[in-house]
């Protein structure tokens, strides 16, 4: 059967695609992947459509063996990999053959993908093979699990992507919300002058920074009436820290939200390491919505930014295996005379 089997799997590790949306009157959120980028990423370098499920590794650890000769991807979050001893580049495509052992470790933290062509098979639930843990969907993949593939339409590999620069923290854009205008302006112009840092607290619901200074409650925010919530809204709590609500957020909520993450900033939040710094920069929502535009003609043209992965000669324990000249080789398959 071709697939994968997983022979060690740390926490955190889960299958995901681009979530469920619409279930928001159901009381369901998206889920998905935490860096939707990654996918894209991930499909341009297999020549694949970008919804097929992947392995999503959070700051944790996976091995696993082929089951038969697989074109796999390896976006998000770097982390170091090695197949049977070799190091694998990552950001790059490569042929896993069958019987192969791939080894995932040293992730600085963030999200780490990999990806198989042809997608990694489970039953949809709900149109999604995604694992939605807050709402019992799904599970953290466990030692001893075996996946399936679906047909991969094959191409080439060998492949290398520059990805979006977004691993060391930075500005995220925000525009506001219906309660931004509850904070006085002078509290609004002090949050985009305030340097955040990651807190440890985070999870696929969200992640919670510290300001350098003072917080940003509202007086007035014990009053606000639940309403509806997205990945990428701005609560404030009760101690004044801002928490940013991710892929598996709650559907509605009571906390004031001063802004919101555009969309295509969210894997910037995401992917920053523990304590890196952050800052927040208001944009009008005619500005989002271009930006917006941007990044998706950005990801459709991923494709076209591949480049052939150059190995150093010197890393080919393999190295007489290959026809390096034209006519020559290493001569074992030569006929006896």
């Known amino acids: 059967m071709a697939g994968v089997e997983i022979l060690r799997a740390g926490p955190g590790v889960t299958l995901q695609d681009f979530g469920r949306p619409g279930w928001l009157a159901q009381g369901l959120s998206r889920g998905g992947a935490m860096d939707r980028l990654a996918l894209h990423e991930g499909a341009a370098l ?6 097929l499920a992947a392995l999503e590794i959070a700051g944790s650890f996976l091995t696993l063996t082929a089951r038969a000769d697989l074109r796999i991807a390896l976006t998000g979050a770097p982390m170091r990999a090695d197949a049977d001893g070799s190091a694998l580049t990552w950001n790059a495509s490569h042929l896993l053959p069958k019987g192969a052992r791939l080894d995932l470790s040293g992730s600085p933290g963030g999200y780490s993908y990999l990806h198989v062509g042809g997608g990694i098979g489970a039953p949809e639930t709900l149109g999604a093979r995604s694992a939605h843990l ?41 525009v506001e919300t219906p309660q931004t205008a509850l904070y006085p302006a002078e509290t609004r112009a002090r949050f985009t002058e305030t340097v955040f840092r990651k807190d440890a607290r985070g999870n696929r619901m969200g992640q919670r920074l510290v300001p350098d200074g003072d917080g940003f409650e509202l007086p007035s925010g014990l009053t606000i009436l639940s309403d509806t919530i997205i990945p990428g809204d701005i609560q404030i709590t009760g101690d004044g820290a801002p928490f940013v609500l991710a892929a598996e957020c709650q559907t509605t909520g009571g906390y004031p939200r001063i802004g919101t993450v555009l969309p295509c900033d969210l894997p910037r939040l995401v992917q920053a390491p523990h304590d890196a710094v952050l800052r927040f920069e208001w944009v009008s929502l005619k500005d989002a919505v271009e930006l917006e535009r941007r990044e998706a003609a950005r990801r459709a043209a991923l494709p076209r930014e591949l480049r052939p992965l150059l190995r150093d000669p010197n890393d080919m324990s393999d190295l007489l295996a290959y026809q390096l000249i034209s006519g020559v080789s290493c001569g074992d398959e030569l006929e006896e005379a």
């Open 46 to 51: 297999l020549g694949q459509e970008a919804g």
């Open 134 to 174: 807050v709402a019992g969907l799904g599970q953290m993949v466990e030692d001893g699990a075996v996946f399936e593939v679906g047909p991969d339409t094959g191409g080439r590999t060998g492949q290398v992507l520059n990805p979006l620069a977004r691993f060391d923290g930075g500005v995220l854009r925000i």
